[in-house]
């Protein structure tokens, strides 16, 4: 029915549309600029991961009872799930695969880590407009497009300079910004806190992961400084689009 599209189309222009322009945008960038930016790019990912893992915590600890084991056992379980579970993985299954698979791996969970912070947002999108809130839900698609646009330099700069092809830049844009559809379509019905606190704690887990590799991967002593910048300048675009999202639409992502 109507409502049903219309909180699809919201979920796709919040969520699917920026996390692809921001895809190609990294793609044009890591192209036009030179090989010795390479540090910088996955610095500039490591930024926003860091600041979504932060975001994520956040909202994790916002949903555990102080008064409910049940809770806490639910955040350490799938922290420890998304985590150590990675860790395994790659210990166990990723490092027998091609050395291109193996570039790509990170990228795809990153998008999934983003997928699962995208889908609480398209819940306070479909909330807003189950209520009726026609102007505020518009300011929340801007401020969480703007938002998610920064996504997409995060799973980019993740494959360095590995190439990426369009089928998987397809299936990366749809792990990333999909969610976000599918969080304005459950709006409409009632979520518990416990599976919120899940998914929150599974992303949290995931970005972390990718974090660490990350930084093993590029931080050498030659590549320090364009690190650190990049770090900065992805956490920096991160806080900014934050602080636009609560301006226009008292909303913190």
């Not at 890591?30 to 910088?40: D, G, I, K, Q, V």
């Not at 102080?66 to 955040?75: A, H, K, N």
């Not at 559809?181 to 019905?189: D, E, F, Y």
Request: proline share 4%; with cysteine.
């Amino acid at each position: 029915d109507r409502p049903m599209l219309d909180l699809v189309g919201l979920g796709i222009l919040a969520g699917v549309v920026p996390v692809y322009l921001g895809i190609a945008a990294a793609l044009v960038l890591r192209r036009a600029l030179p090989r010795t930016w390479e540090a910088s790019l996955i610095g500039l990912s490591t930024g926003v991961l860091t600041y979504l893992f932060f975001d994520l915590m956040h909202e994790a600890v916002e949903l555990m009872g102080v008064r409910d084991p049940f809770s806490w056992l639910l955040f350490l379980g799938s922290l420890f799930l998304s985590f150590v579970g990675l860790v395994h993985l790659e210990k166990h299954q990723f490092l027998k695969g091609r050395h291109a698979d193996q570039a790509l791996t990170l990228p795809f969970v990153i998008a999934a880590g983003m997928g699962l912070h995208n889908l609480g947002e398209g819940l306070a999108i479909g909330t807003s407009y189950a209520g009726g809130e026609w102007a505020l839900s518009g300011l929340l698609v801007a401020g969480f497009a703007l938002h998610n646009g920064t996504e997409g330099f995060g799973i980019v700069g993740a494959a360095g300079q590995s190439p990426i092809p369009p089928r998987t830049v397809v299936l990366l844009g749809l792990t990333g910004g999909a969610p976000t559809c599918i969080g304005t379509v459950l709006s409409g019905l009632i979520v518990s806190p416990y599976l919120s606190l899940v998914w929150y704690a599974l992303a949290a887990g995931s970005l972390i992961y990718v974090v660490f590799a990350l930084v093993a991967m590029t931080y050498t002593s030659s590549r320090k400084v364009h690190m650190a910048y990049g770090v900065w300048t992805g956490i920096a675009l991160m806080a900014m689009t934050a602080m636009f999202l609560t301006l226009v639409g008292g909303h913190r992502s």
